[in-house]
């Protein structure tokens, strides 16, 4: 799947809302944070686009005591793509069900020429399960059509919004943690979901 692909699957909610799962609410707590360096780095994706994960500074300079070493920024680089918008993302990792699981969020989006399409976009959480060996990652989202089915088959009671075209969860975080959880080990919960193999090139 190519980058612009990607870009958009992680930001634009109304318009490829149906490839991926999204939440109105963090899959984490402040208290289920833990400083780590896990992803920090640059990580090169099959089609050679680079995920470029720092450390996130709170604030203008890139001090020491400005450095939150519980998250991510994100930056995604596509050597082909020469399209005036681009965006980065505030990537938090928690454990859940013996699982790394990353929570991604719309930190900031920019664009040359603002458009009826960009004042539409709706910043959402999407979260995905993270597999890490070596000096490589596997990163897998929901798939929509399950939750699709779990919803019609009424097997589970979390909140949710169906629109008719997509679904939002609106399950608070303690709510989304405990289904996240139930489902973490269930291959045909991502059988059919996104998912990014990354390959790492520098720390």
């Not at 490589?136 to 589970?156: M, N």
């Not at 939002?168 to 489902?183: D, G, I, N, P, S």
Request: aromatic letters at 16%.
């Amino acid at each position: 799947m190519k980058l612009g692909h990607i870009i958009f699957i992680l930001t634009v909610f109304l318009l490829l809302s149906g490839c991926m799962v999204f939440s109105f609410y963090p899959l984490y707590r402040q208290e289920d944070l833990f400083a780590n360096d896990l992803l920090v780095g640059e990580w090169l994706e099959e089609d050679s686009a680079s995920w470029q994960f720092d450390f996130y500074y709170r604030g203008e300079e890139h001090l020491p005591e400005n450095r939150d070493s519980t998250s991510f920024l994100l930056h995604i680089k596509d050597p082909d793509r020469k399209e005036a918008r681009q965006a980065s993302f505030r990537v938090h990792i928690i454990r859940l069900a013996g699982h790394y699981f990353l929570d991604f969020f719309l930190e900031e989006y920019f664009c040359d020429d603002v458009d009826l399409f960009d004042l539409h976009l709706m910043p959402v959480h999407s979260f995905a399960r993270l597999d890490l060996q070596d000096s490589s990652a596997v990163i897998r989202w929901f798939d929509p059509a399950w939750l699709e089915d779990l919803f019609k088959k009424k097997r589970e009671q979390i909140s949710f919004q169906d629109n008719g075209d997509s679904f939002l969860l609106t399950a608070k975080t303690e709510e989304l943690q405990k289904f996240v959880a139930k489902h973490a080990n269930n291959p045909k919960a991502f059988s059919g979901g996104v998912v990014m193999e990354l390959r790492r090139i520098t720390r």
